[in-house]
């Protein structure tokens, strides 16, 4: 059988013999803060498309870590996940349809010897204002593909992008492989498309000749683009003649973990097993870049994957610590390619031990909780009792939705978003938080305002000390400021050691004895982002952000007052150090 690393590795030398670049994976994180995960390959490759100029060359190619949760309801059958990689080639101005396309067909039917007779083509038949993609068409007919075997769809199908709320889109043309030949009950109309998942879409060739702006808007862009992707799990399963993705290297080692825990086999619990090994290796790869279960955006994604994957695991008899034991096995899949995965092998453990516990606390008052709401609902659970469900027992809105489905009933989806907004309107009551908790404008003493100053600057000497001694998984989850102390959130699995926190003291303090510049620029958030500033990863910012700067040692997006030099702060000292929830700790500190 063909394994991962020799596919993977395999397509990324077919397109370096070709002229292309090879990039390395991006985060899962994008600089893009209109979309929470990167989706695509393309992310990275954005602003190229745009017309900055690209420092790899006008040809790349890639295999880029995914997460996607449009689908998560889809998990559990043969084919959907949310943590992928996608293999892509891309051309930035370079060239275009006719070569994408007969290097897509030449990877396939020549490098990997596949079969010519399963492989349909679909292609953008045009619509609206927008024309028929018919030289995709054309191309795919010279190639030799029969009339029986190109189809074309209208705009859902075959029309892809933006990522976000605007930039580069265009026309697909797509590949989708027949993993049966048996035509479903429609006969003839059984075509790429159908419902009935006799085909499966192997390979997307996007052809950017569009940029849509946030209105929607379409309009031609100067410099056209080649943008494909391809998924590593769908294509090793066709070229291993599998039906099932999770019937690869990928997966089946997780997948017996999981049979030797429970005793119980992957043919009869198919979906349990694969939302387990889905989920938890979504989780990890999350987890190992600073992402935290939490009630937020990023977080409440990871919170949903882990709560989600011990729910079904307690269906099949897997306990919290089976479920942990998945990990190491997911590190071996993929050590040789992201190497950082192993390093954070103990914190991704750590963080999902503490989420496990936490749930573990609940969930079965909650699902008693559910059961009861259950039977004295009248085919609809009312928003009220759905949030307090949330509220209450930890217990997402999908998942509520996803045992209510079960029993066939439905969720007051709106009612559950204004019980919502009331709870966050009664916990905003009497709060100032436009700084750190305290506005200092509502200071009328020069003196605390003095004061509240010089801890704001040290919470930017802090957040840099901490990542210098704990590594840069260190992110600000929140701060609190008074005229006495201050009061640092950052994302941490573990309780920190005397020697770390006497070592992030010490740094601080030096920074402080050098009496290093404090000094203010003015930028766009993106090139913030690029030289590296930090940022409260929670906030949404403007285009033109502020970054200041402490000497060379610290550069962070900030809003608030900062002393001229750190030499006017005085002596640093921690007070206290304490949890503040999953995976998120707490320091208290003071200036002597």
């Known amino acids: 059988m063909t394994n991962s690393n020799s596919l993977r590795k395999q397509f990324l030398d077919f397109f370096e013999k070709r002229g292309h670049k ?41 295999c880029q870590k995914c997460i996607r949760t449009s689908d998560i309801e889809s998990v559990g059958d043969a084919t959907h996940l949310t943590f992928f990689e996608m293999l892509g080639n891309f051309s930035f101005g370079g060239y275009f349809k006719k070569e994408a396309i007969l290097y897509a067909w030449e990877f396939l039917t020549k490098e990997l010897s596949l079969p010519e007779d399963p492989l349909w083509i679909t292609y953008f038949k045009g619509e ?58 429609k006969g003839k109309d059984c075509i790429p498309n159908c419902e009935c998942k006799r085909f499966v879409e192997v390979w997307n060739l996007v052809f950017n000749e569009y940029y849509q702006d946030p209105q929607k808007n379409l309009k031609p862009l100067t410099q056209k683009g080649v943008d494909t992707g391809m998924g590593l799990e769908r294509l090793l399963a066709i070229v291993n003649q599998r039906t099932d993705l999770f019937e690869t290297d990928l997966f089946w080692p997780i997948i017996l973990e999981i049979e030797k825990e429970t005793g119980k086999k992957y043919q009869g619990s198919k979906t349990s097993f694969r939302i387990i090994a889905d989920h938890i290796k979504a989780g990890a790869f999350l987890i190992a870049e600073g992402i935290y279960p939490s009630k937020e955006e990023r977080g409440y994604i990871v919170r949903r994957l882990l709560r989600r994957s011990q729910r079904f695991a307690r269906q099949i008899g897997l306990s919290e610590a089976g479920l942990l034991k998945l990990v190491p096995k997911i590190i071996e899949i993929y050590k040789e390619t992201y190497p950082e995965l192993e390093k954070k092998l103990e914190e991704i453990m750590t963080v999902m031990q503490n989420e496990f516990e936490k749930f573990a606390k609940t969930i079965e008052r909650g699902t008693k909780e559910f059961e009861k709401l259950a039977k004295l609902s009248k085919n609809i659970i009312e928003g009220e009792k759905a949030f307090y469900l949330y509220e209450s027992f930890g217990f997402p809105l999908e998942l509520i939705e996803e045992m209510a489905r079960e029993k066939g009933i439905k969720v007051d989806k709106s009612g559950f978003f ?47 000390a901490l990542r210098e001694v704990l590594g840069e998984g260190v992110r600000q989850m929140g701060s609190d400021i008074s005229p006495e102390r201050l009061r640092f959130d950052f994302s941490w699995p573990s309780k920190l050691s005397e020697e770390e926190i006497r070592k992030v003291e010490e740094i601080v303090n030096q920074k402080i004895k050098e009496d290093l510049p404090v000094t203010k620029k003015k930028m766009s958030f993106e090139e913030a982002q690029k030289i590296g500033a930090l940022a409260f990863f929670k906030e949404k910012y403007p285009e033109r952000v502020s970054v200041y700067f402490i000497g060379d040692f610290s550069k962070e997006i900030c809003a608030g007052p900062h002393v001229e030099r750190t030499g006017f702060l005085g002596k640093f000292k921690i007070i206290k150090e304490e949890s503040a929830g999953a995976g998120i700790r707490r320091i208290k500190a003071k200036l002597e």
């Not at 390395?24 to 990167?38: A, E, G, H, K, Q």
């Not at 992008?161 to 027949?178: A, M, V």
């Open 128 to 185: 609206r204002s927008i024309p028929q993609d018919s030289e995709s068409k054309r191309i795919w007919r010279e190639i030799g593909v029969p009339d029986t075997k190109i189809y074309g769809f209208s705009r859902k199908e075959n029309f892809w992008g933006p990522t976000g709320i605007e930039g580069p889109c265009g026309p697909t043309t797509e590949i989708h492989f027949d993993l049966t030949k048996k035509p479903c009950q």
């Open 418 to 464: 204004s019980a919502q907004k009331r709870h966050k309107e009664v916990s905003r009551k009497g709060a100032q938080r436009k700084f750190g908790g305290v506005g200092i404008e509502m200071l009328e003493a020069e003196a605390d305002k003095e004061k509240v100053t010089k801890l704001h600057t040290a919470t930017h000497l802090l957040h840099q």
């Open 22 to 62: 090879i990039v390395r994976s991006s985060s899962l994180i994008p600089t893009d803060p209109s979309v929470l995960f990167t989706t695509a390959g393309m992310q990275q490759f954005k602003p190229y498309f745009l017309g900055e100029k690209s420092p790899y060359g006008r040809d790349v190619a890639s």
